[in-house]
């Protein structure tokens, strides 16, 4: 019997869960009480309960699971790959062949002159080190007063120090976080833009939001803008169409450089490998992934550089001093490269292009039911956002838990979905069926019925 199985048959499952295990992005003084949901297995779109339920993936793992569960190909190529080299150092001169080949598979996909590739152990290790390397950058071109980064509310980058900092302020309550080179601009939901506002005006304000935080800073100061293609976590946020070529234009103007935070956009889930270029219509300076990388089968990420930062950074006279000890991991190297070769295969973005306004098309009439404010998403990143009143866009308080709420409806009919305070997100595999399409947007039109009644019979909403 394996050590797993003899401490399960010991304490079970939510025993030894309950007892050890701190879960991400929880409170944790309800945790000790709570039930668990213990998934046992994955098969395609679908998960499966320890206790047999079965349920659609309507968050594809945690927005990473491109291609699908429990592929047989990718368990072989992976198993194959621990038989013949588990792992090595990748540091000085060794390298391996998954991981060569993955850099050179990442930099002929990745657009304009972004042909450098540092491997890290996911989205957050990405980030950090994009932003390590920008002020290395700095330095090395004799401009050491260019430390400050520019992000904006409702973004998302991660959960080290560094990267939490980045994130939407909220992330940060009662925690600590980076303040003096970090500022933080407007989140470009249109949702939310100020009352009597055009799109175009909208994009105006924020573009000169942007420039002013330049200039207050002093230019000379200022080293990168990053920013997710479409922010994920922060609730789905569409930017306005001529968002990211403008924000690029300014970062030109001032030689700041522009960083594509693709952890959720890459690889398909917007119908192309990177969203920046191919959806947006702009080239960054440098893309971070993670994710769908690998469809989340084994922990990977990765920054992809241009060639003109690259040859600052080689230049002679210092030493590159960052990567981790599973940088380029053989393991996950081959995960990503038959991640590739499947999606490419199976023209998963081509699909993702042709399914993906179905589901959009599919979500959007739930707009007309009570406590919905906005439905809103591209293809296969898509987001329910709840209000207590519709015309004045308020919230629920804290404690009524709507976005929970609707995913325990939606858990009882077989669907999973993400619950984020006042928003439900979709981001399922991207393998989807139109019938699952259908089933998703069927069951979170009852669960939102039931709960609108729910809140009702408490007293909470009016009739
Ligand atoms: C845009 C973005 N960047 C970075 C991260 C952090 O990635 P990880 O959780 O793999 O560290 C995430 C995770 O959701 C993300 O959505």
Same mark, same amino acid.
């Given at each position: %019997?394996?050590? =797993?199985?003899?401490?399960?048959?010991?304490?079970?499952?939510?025993? /030894?869960?309950?007892?050890?295990?701190?879960?991400?992005?929880?409170?944790?003084?309800?945790? +000790?009480? /709570?039930?668990?949901?213990?998934?046992?297995?994955?098969?395609?779109?679908?998960?499966?309960?320890?206790?047999?339920?079965?349920?659609?993936?309507?968050?594809?793992?945690?927005?990473?699971?491109?291609?699908?569960?429990?592929?047989?190909? %990718?368990?072989?190529?992976?198993?194959?790959?621990? #038989?013949?080299?588990?792992?090595?150092?990748?540091?000085?001169?060794?390298?391996?062949?998954?991981?060569?080949?993955?850099?050179?598979?990442? =930099?002929?996909?990745?657009?304009?002159?972004?042909?450098?590739?540092?491997?890290?152990?996911?989205?957050?290790?990405?980030?950090?080190?994009?932003?390590?390397?920008? &002020?290395?950058?700095?330095?090395?071109?004799?401009?050491?007063?260019?430390? &400050?980064?520019?992000?904006?509310?409702?973004?998302?980058?991660?959960?080290?120090?560094?990267?939490?900092?980045?994130?939407?302020?909220?992330?940060?309550?009662?925690?600590?976080?980076?303040?003096? @080179?970090? &500022?933080?601009?407007? /989140?470009?939901?249109?949702?939310? #833009?100020?009352?009597?506002?055009?799109?175009?005006?909208?994009?105006?304000?924020?573009?000169?939001?942007?420039? $002013?935080?330049?200039?207050?800073?002093?230019?000379?100061?200022?080293?990168?803008?990053?920013?997710?293609?479409?922010?994920?976590?922060?609730?789905?946020?569409?930017?306005?169409?001529?968002?990211?070529?403008? %924000?690029?234009?300014?970062?030109?103007?001032?030689?700041?450089?522009?960083?594509?935070?693709?952890?959720? !956009?890459?690889?398909?889930?917007?119908?192309?490998? @990177?969203?920046?270029?191919?959806?947006?219509? @702009?080239?960054?300076?440098?893309?971070?992934?993670?994710?769908?990388?690998?469809?989340?089968?084994?922990?990977?990420?990765?920054?992809?550089?241009?060639? +003109?930062?690259?040859?600052?950074?080689?230049?002679?006279? !210092?030493?590159?001093?960052?990567?981790?000890?599973?940088?380029?991991?053989?393991?996950?190297?081959? $995960? $990503?490269?038959?991640?590739?070769?499947?999606?490419?295969?199976?023209?998963?973005?081509?699909?993702?292009?042709?399914?993906?306004?179905? @589901?959009?098309?599919?979500?959007?009439?739930?707009?007309?039911?009570?406590?919905?404010?906005?439905?809103?998403?591209?293809?296969? %990143?898509?987001?329910?956002?709840?209000?207590?009143?519709?015309?004045?866009?308020?919230?629920? =308080?804290?404690?009524?838990?709507?976005?929970?709420?609707?995913?325990?409806?939606?858990?009882?009919?077989?669907?999973?979905? #993400?619950?984020?305070?006042?928003?439900?997100?979709?981001?399922?595999?991207?393998?989807?069926?139109?019938?699952?399409?259908?089933?998703?947007?069927?069951?979170?039109?009852?669960?939102?019925?039931?709960?609108?009644?729910?809140?009702?019979?408490?007293?909470? =909403? /009016?009739?």
């Amino acid at each position: %019997m394996s050590l =797993a199985e003899r401490n399960l048959n010991e304490s079970g499952v939510e025993s /030894a869960d309950r007892r050890h295990n701190i879960h991400p992005f929880t409170d944790l003084s309800v945790m +000790e009480a /709570a039930d668990r949901t213990v998934i046992a297995s994955a098969k395609g779109n679908y998960v499966y309960g320890e206790d047999g339920r079965k349920f659609l993936d309507g968050l594809g793992g945690m927005w990473c699971v491109n291609i699908g569960h429990g592929r047989d190909e %990718m368990a072989d190529a992976v198993a194959s790959q621990i #038989r013949t080299l588990d792992y090595y150092s990748p540091f000085d001169d060794l390298t391996s062949a998954p991981m060569a080949a993955l850099a050179e598979a990442l =930099a002929t996909r990745a657009p304009g002159s972004l042909n450098r590739v540092l491997f890290t152990t996911g989205g957050s290790t990405a980030v950090d080190s994009a932003i390590r390397l920008v &002020h290395h950058y700095f330095i090395r071109r004799g401009e050491p007063s260019r430390r &400050h980064i520019i992000t904006r509310d409702k973004s998302y980058h991660g959960s080290t120090y560094l990267t939490a900092s980045l994130s939407d302020r909220g992330y940060s309550t009662d925690w600590n976080a980076e303040t003096a @080179f970090i &500022h933080h601009l407007t /989140a470009p939901g249109l949702y939310r #833009r100020p009352d009597g506002v055009t799109e175009a005006e909208f994009t105006q304000l924020l573009v000169a939001e942007f420039e $002013a935080k330049i200039l207050e800073l002093g230019p000379e100061n200022v080293a990168c803008f990053i920013a997710e293609p479409i922010q994920g976590s922060g609730g789905v946020i569409v930017p306005p169409v001529n968002y990211h070529p403008r %924000m690029i234009e300014i970062c030109r103007k001032y030689g700041v450089l522009y960083i594509a935070d693709e952890v959720v !956009t890459a690889f398909g889930r917007l119908g192309h490998f @990177f969203a920046s270029q191919d959806y947006f219509g @702009f080239v960054p300076d440098i893309i971070t992934c993670a994710k769908g990388l690998t469809s989340g089968y084994v922990p990977a990420g990765a920054v992809i550089l241009s060639d +003109e930062i690259y040859e600052v950074l080689s230049r002679p006279g !210092t030493y590159f001093n960052t990567g981790f000890t599973y940088t380029g991991h053989a393991v996950a190297c081959t $995960a $990503a490269l038959k991640n590739i070769e499947i999606i490419e295969r199976e023209r998963i973005c081509e699909r993702v292009r042709e399914i993906g306004p179905y @589901f959009e098309e599919r979500l959007a009439p739930l707009a007309d039911l009570p406590l919905v404010g906005d439905v809103r998403g591209r293809r296969f %990143m898509m987001c329910i956002e709840y209000v207590a009143n519709k015309g004045r866009k308020e919230l629920f =308080a804290d404690d009524v838990r709507i976005g929970k709420r609707i995913w325990r409806h939606c858990q009882k009919r077989g669907l999973l979905v #993400r619950p984020l305070a006042h928003l439900n997100v979709l981001s399922p595999p991207l393998t989807l069926e139109r019938n699952e399409i259908d089933f998703i947007a069927d069951v979170l039109h009852d669960a939102i019925l039931d709960t609108a009644d729910e809140l009702v019979r408490e007293g909470v =909403a /009016a009739e």
